[in-house]
């Protein structure tokens, strides 16, 4: 049974530098599956921001030699403009340093407090900077952080502790009780692998002499919260904890993470959230990590893809087309401006584009550009295209419950595919020079249009344009995107008689320069 409601999350960003393609991936696949639970009529509360307090920003607004409330106030603009420009969709926009946030994790930290959750400890650990984790002597690797491999620095100070450790078998049985909590599979069993060593408390504090930029403790002063307690909160703040009203969202369907942060989504979170008696998140989703021809992106190696270049370039529906249909969801993936042309040229422009141009030029021509009532349909003739597209929202609804992204749209091409081969094989080119065929040149017509008006709407959650584009050129009234499944997704949806207007081509091809 599908639930009423669906809230699902995008990690929230650090605002240290522009967006890149990685954080362009998740926050698109997360608006694709909030799109999809539209349609299918639920609820949807679909949430993203930026993760504005920390070591990684301070340094970032030193590094610029402004203040770092500046610094954030500039740099969430660019996050803002990019999802405006991918076309994301979320309800609300989360800022850690907005009051509201601000109140959810004193609150959160005050009540883990009361419980006894939280104690004081001098601490001597190693450092890793750029990560912003303490490590033991024994995880480190060859003396490095063992999740960056950077050097790490003895710290020893006073802090502040959350019982961590306490929850680990609890957490092993909880994840083995519920297969869907991680996915895939193979993150899941990172975890557990993970989890079959001994579990510490976790350092939840920092000096406010070493780090001022964060929140501060609301049981002392003297010390701000560590950067990940901060912004794992974000998730209960938004849907308007401590309010007791977060329930109508809390707990989440879905937190979408890359790989390199389930481990503090996984671990931290759950066990924060456990000790604070809230219910975990239904589904932690791993997705992998895009390099570019194999190697990491890097500023240092000035291999970042700028999304903004890609937009201007091939727009915005290709590539969000291209991040989800060149990689399963959950393996990584290697980004080239080749495979992007590649597919743009062939899926986008050849299958799809050159179908709906041929169909609107035929309608022009054949019935000056009204379409006409279909005649008998050939059941043998005209079926198989039509069971195709009539199965496909259940196809995409499957897949999209598994986030196999890739999986959907490849039901979606395979639709566009049959649709192309059955123009062939009917030629209405031929039947349109016979007055006899009239009526089965206007079944051709229709049943193509039909299809076509099908993929359209399972399209929409992954290219709204297109999906627009492809309703408004058939004639048809309303929109995709406001259309849910049960209103607009029978085969008997469209209507003859409508007035087909081509306009500008879907993909034209990319010539190079
Ligand atoms: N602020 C934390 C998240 C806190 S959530 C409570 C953070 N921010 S981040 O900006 O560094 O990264 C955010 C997301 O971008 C992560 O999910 C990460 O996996 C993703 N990506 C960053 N680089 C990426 C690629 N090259 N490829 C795919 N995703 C990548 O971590």
């Avoid at 007791?244 to 809390?250: D, E, G, Q, S, V």
């Avoid at 062939?424 to 193509?448: C, I, M, N, Y």
Wanted: glycine share 8%; net charge neutral; proline share 7%.
């Amino acid at each position: 049974m599908p639930s009423e409601r669906f809230f699902i999350t995008t990690p929230i960003y650090y605002v240290n530098d522009l967006p890149h393609i990685g954080h362009a991936y998740t926050t698109i696949a997360a608006d694709v599956l909030a799109r999809h639970h539209r349609q299918r009529g639920e609820r949807v509360f679909f949430l993203t921001g930026t993760d504005e307090h920390g070591q990684k920003v301070q340094q970032a607004a030193d590094r610029r030699g402004v203040p770092p409330q500046r610094h954030v106030d500039e740099l969430v603009v660019r996050f803002r403009d990019l999802w405006q420009q991918l076309d994301i969709s979320h309800d609300d926009f989360i800022r850690t340093t907005e009051p509201r946030h601000r109140q959810a994790v004193q609150r959160a930290l005050q009540a883990l407090y009361e419980r006894g959750e939280i104690y004081k400890a001098s601490y001597e650990g190693w450092y890793c900077l750029p990560d912003e984790r303490f490590w033991t002597e024994k995880e480190l690797v060859g003396g490095n952080c063992p999740e960056c491999g950077r050097p790490v620095e003895q710290v020893s100070e006073e802090n502040y502790f959350f019982k961590m450790g306490k929850y680990r078998d609890w957490l092993r049985a909880h994840i083995r009780e519920h297969p869907r909590f991680i996915l895939p599979e193979s993150r899941r069993n990172e975890i557990l692998g993970f989890l079959g060593r001994p579990l510490g408390d976790l350092c939840i504090s920092r000096p406010k002499n070493r780090l001022a930029w964060g929140i501060p403790l609301p049981f002392d002063p003297e010390y701000v919260t560590y950067v990940w307690c901060d912004a794992l909160v974000n998730y209960l703040t938004a849907p308007g904890y401590p309010d007791p009203a977060f329930t109508r969202w809390w707990p989440a369907d879905c937190h979408l993470v890359g790989k390199d942060i389930l481990t503090t989504h996984a671990i931290y979170w759950s066990t924060m959230l456990k000790a604070m008696e809230l219910p975990l998140p239904v589904t932690l989703f791993a997705h992998g990590w895009w390099t570019v021809k194999g190697e990491k992106m890097s500023k240092s190696r000035g291999n970042v893809v700028d999304p903004w270049a890609v937009i201007s370039e091939v727009g915005v529906d290709a590539f969000r087309y291209f991040l989800l249909r060149e990689v399963p969801f959950g393996l990584d993936g290697d980004y080239s401006r080749e495979a992007l042309l590649q597919r743009y040229h062939s899926d986008l422009a050849n299958d799809l584009g050159n179908l709906l141009g041929r169909l609107l030029t035929m309608v022009e021509k054949y019935q000056h550009g009204i379409l006409a009532p279909p005649g008998e349909p050939d059941a043998a003739f005209d079926g198989p295209l039509r069971r195709l597209a009539e199965g496909l929202a259940g196809q995409a609804r499957a897949a999209l419950d598994e986030f196999a992204f890739h999986r959907a749209l490849q039901a979606i091409w395979e639709v566009v595919g049959e649709a192309n081969r059955y123009v062939e094989r009917s030629a209405p080119w031929v039947l349109a020079k016979d007055p006899a065929q009239r009526g089965r040149l206007a079944t051709v017509l229709f049943t193509t249009a039909a299809a076509l008006r099908l993929v359209a709407v399972s399209l929409a959650p992954f290219l709204p344009r297109t999906a627009e584009a492809i309703w408004s050129q058939l004639g048809i009234e309303g929109s995709p995107l406001t259309a849910t499944l049960q209103s607009a997704g029978r085969w008997e949806d469209l209507r003859p008689g409508t007035r087909v207007l081509p306009g500008r081509q879907l993909f034209p091809r990319i010539v190079e320069q």
